[in-house]
């Protein structure tokens, strides 16, 4: 049985700082992703990362904020999030692909990812 599970949301003031963890369980993936969603919004693509190392990939309003990074022997992918922003807040969701993506675009749309995490609330006061 897959599971993701998140841990490391919460109350952050501006500028500061999180780090989500999302530990996978159940059987090996090509892709792992984070998506965020605000009330009323839309699921946005955060961050991903290929499983095995090396590609990684950002919504440009994180860029240079966030890192999305993997610990292999822990089956674990982590959102390092840095100069957080109010609209940084949202409910983040860790999600997993049996198989390895071809190309950018796959990692950045939900529908590439077969498994989902529960999600995280993270909250930045301004």
């Known amino acids: 049985q897959v599971q993701l599970v998140e841990s490391g949301g919460g109350l952050v003031q501006a500028g500061g700082s999180l780090r989500l963890s999302c530990a996978a369980s159940?059987?090996?993936?090509?892709?792992m992703g984070w998506f965020r969603q605000a009330p009323g919004k839309e699921r946005d693509f955060v961050a991903a990362?290929?499983?095995?190392?090396?590609?990684?990939y950002y919504a440009d309003s994180v860029k240079g904020r966030f890192t999305i990074s993997t610990d292999n022997a822990k089956n674990t992918v982590y959102l390092q999030m840095n100069s957080l922003k109010p609209e940084d807040t949202a409910v983040y969701s860790c999600?997993?692909?049996?198989?390895?993506?071809?190309?950018?675009?796959?990692?950045?749309?939900?529908?590439?990812?077969?498994?989902w995490g529960q999600g995280t609330q993270v909250t930045v006061s301004s």
């Open positions: 159940g059987r090996t993936f090509g892709a």
């Open positions: 990362i290929r499983w095995s190392g090396g590609n990684t």
């Open positions: 999600a997993a692909a049996k198989a390895y993506l071809s190309g950018s675009y796959y990692y950045r749309i939900p529908h590439s990812y077969d498994y």
